[in-house]
């Protein structure tokens, strides 16, 4: 039985990989409220970050529903809602 084929993460540098970590301690250091494009799901994470986990590698984003643990490499894009 062959198993079914799942799309692998797009890889990218090190210079953008230091650049979302950048953005993401200037959001969490300003308390701004953010927007996350995650790879693997359709809807963005929205909320304010609470805590960069630099030992799991996971970014806790505080939102009205609750607590959502994003992992750091999931993350594609950081944006800040317009509203």
Known sequence: MAK???????TR????LEELGNQLVE???EDSEILLT???REE??????????SRTRLVH???VEGLN???????MRVDYPRD
């Open 4 to 10: 079914a084929k799942v799309k692998k993460r797009p």
């Open 13 to 16: 540098d090190e210079f953008e």
């Open 27 to 29: 959001a969490k250091n």
């Open 38 to 40: 995650v790879w693997g």
């Open 44 to 53: 963005q994470v929205r909320g304010v970050i609470v805590n960069l986990d």
């Open 61 to 63: 984003v505080q939102h």
């Open 69 to 75: 643990k994003v992992p750091f490499l999931d993350i």
